[in-house]
């Protein structure tokens, strides 16, 4: 069994994975009947649950639900268990890819609106030269029209944005 570095494990899929890895362990130990292993893997399981952030629960429980029973049980009965707990694991995974992808997509709509929002402070500047822009002579005429278009490409792009932002 590999060396598990517990305060590197941030993320619950990292959890998970490392969850996973524990089980494995614990069914080849069970195939290959290999007490001292089994012992090994059982410490290692309680260790998960001692060790795993709160945001780990539905992973403690299929870690408990294990190591109380990989000794206490049938090889039979307890090589079910493990099955239970990967296929509990499955869906686990699944619902914290899941979660994960929905605040990646909560994410990039924040940054959108933020992007919106500068741009629009950034076209309530430029409507400003604009009036300010009547009181301009002859030669600075220019650089406002130059001010001009750089507001109408802020609007376009803000437009883009706000369309990518609506997908």
Known sequence: MRNIIWNELITE????????EILDEAKAALLGNDSEKLLAVQ?????FVKESPSY???????????SLNILNTTTDEALRIITEGNADLKKALELIKGT??????????LWFEEVIETL???????DELKNIGETFEDNEKSLLEKIVNIGKSMEKLRDEI???DKK
């Open 13 to 20: 899929e990292e959890w998970a994975n490392v969850l996973g």
């Open 43 to 47: 410490d290692t399981l309680e260790k």
């Open 56 to 66: 780990c629960r539905v992973l403690d429980d299929i870690a408990a639900r294990a």
């Open 100 to 109: 994960t992808d929905r605040m990646k997509k909560t994410r990039k709509a």
């Open 120 to 126: 629009d402070k950034a076209k309530t500047v430029i």
């Open 162 to 164: 706000n369309a990518l």
